[in-house]
């Protein structure tokens, strides 16, 4: 994901709507079929016969979580969320936030939690893959094939308890991202830590810009997003005759992005085509970084759009708010006991809306 200035989205999935027998990509419960993405608004409206916004949306803690990115919630139902000035925070019963453990980084992406110890694992894109629990922050990896493990993006964990954890870009920084973009060439990989022998393996390689990643149901793959494509693929854990990559869904309208699976909410495919598709663009964009942000709307009208989507890649269900009235550039959405919670690098609160 990249920096501040450029937020990225996630999806989830509601068990009380839909059919439990799948797996959510934005939130880190597996329990349904389908997945949730955020996407930038697109011009057709024949997309999808549902159309929601987010009119009814809670604020939780407004004016007091700081550009939260991801949100993830344990086995005991407690809710968590990373914040852009390094601190973990719990949702208290009474719906405010606790600062929880400090970090002291600005660079805190994409978290989940564990089953059998009930720790927090969190991304930072500096100091590499971290585990968070009461008793302090232990950094897990910081290295991979003697590489520093940097831009770590998402985490998911297996049922063997291994850790699969995507790097949006081997090659730029993440305050360099868009250089990533300008190249458009797959920089990015899909590790896997082994926490027997605390060493971090590369699963896969040359994926554009990886994002979020999220475990099927069954635990038999993972789904992974490729920002700079426009898709998300599948890899399977067990390979035996099938290949190591193959396509879940494309030709999306946003490029994928974050925590446990989302596209990009202020991405749109014209602005990547826009810049892949001209020289001049391109050394234009690598001399005026500013630029990106015309070509990404991702400030704070940036509009919020949030899709369901089938595990069979078919969009059904779609929450927008093309304005940013409630939320602009969600970043993460995690659906929890009928709400969807809902985080933005550009916001200062996890917004709560109801599923009724």
Known sequence: MPPKSTPRTTERTS?????????????????????????????????????STFQGLIKLGEGVVNYPEDVAVDRNGVVYTATRDGWIMRLQNNGTWKNWKLIHSQTLLGITTTKEKNNLIVCDSDKGLLKVSENGVTVLASHVTGSKLRFANDVIEASDGSLYITVSSTKFAPKAYYLDLVEGEPHGQLLRYDPSSKQVSIVLEGLYFANGVALSKHGDFVVVCESWKFRCIKHWLKLGDKRDREIFIENLPGGPDNINLAPDVQMNSSAVETVHSSKNRKQLLEEH??????????????AAKVVKVSANGSIIREFNDPNAKNISFVTSALEFQGNLYLASINSNFIGKLPLK
């Open 289 to 302: 970084p500013e630029l990106i942000n015309q070509l990404m709307s991702t400030g704070k009208g940036a």
């Open 15 to 51: 068990s009380k709507f839909w059919m439990p027998s799948g797996f959510m990509l934005a939130c880190l419960l597996a329990f349904t079929l389908q997945i949730f993405f955020s996407l930038p608004p697109v011009s057709s409206d024949s997309l999808l016969p549902m159309i």
